[in-house]
Structures are given as structure tokens and as C-alpha cells.
């Protein structure tokens, strides 16, 4: 498979690791939108949130119960946005699904 996170997760291409655990990987993002902008991601391959069926999602509900304990220890104290893309037009540029931690700085922006 040609995927750039599936890459990442087998450690053919090089990331700053923030959490791992057996069915997540979460690492910086190479060009951050805020102070702190961590991409966490399923080790399983999913192409987007079009996707998520009844067989896999326990692993977005897994990855849902990390992300506080993640955005804690970035110390995102005072919130943090949780976005993710699907599709062409959703501005999905990997087609692994992947979840977007951003904070450090009140966020403010239209999201469409």
C-alpha cells in the first residue's frame, strides 16, 4: 500500500511521536495551524470517516477515549479543536482517516 501514514506507523518515514498504544499512533503535524497541531491516526488502514462501519467503529471510539489524555499532556488546558477531513471535498489530503488535535491559542476561523 502506497500511504503515507501507513509509512509512518511502520517507521519507514520519519515523525515526532506524541502517543502509541497498539491500535493508535498520534504524531506532530509537519506544517501545524495552531501552537500545538498533533495528527492521531488508527493503525488500522481507514480511508476516511466515509468509511467507519459497525466493524471498525470501535477503533474511532477507542481513538476518541485517547484524545483527552493526549490533549493533556500537551497541556491544552483551556480546549482544543478535534477536526477531521473526508473526501475531495472535505480538503482530505491523505486518505487514511486521521483526526487534527489543534490548540495553544484561542482558534478562531470559519471551518468552511
Known sequence: MDCLFCKIIAGEIPST????????YAFEDINPQAPV?????????IASAADITGENSALV???????????K?????????????CG????QTVKHLHF???GGRPLQGQMG
Open 37 to 45: 497541531h498533533v495528527l492521531v491516526i488508527p493503525k488500522t488502514h
Open 73 to 85: 499532556k500537551l497541556g491544552l488546558k483551556n480546549g482544543f479543536r478535534v477536526v477531521t477531513n
Open 17 to 24: 511521536k506524541v502517543y502509541e498504544d497498539e491500535l493508535v
Open 88 to 91: 475531495d471535498d472535505g480538503a
Open 100 to 102: 487534527h488535535i489543534m
Open 61 to 71: 471510539a477507542h481513538i476518541f477515549e485517547v484524545i483527552p489524555g493526549i490533549a
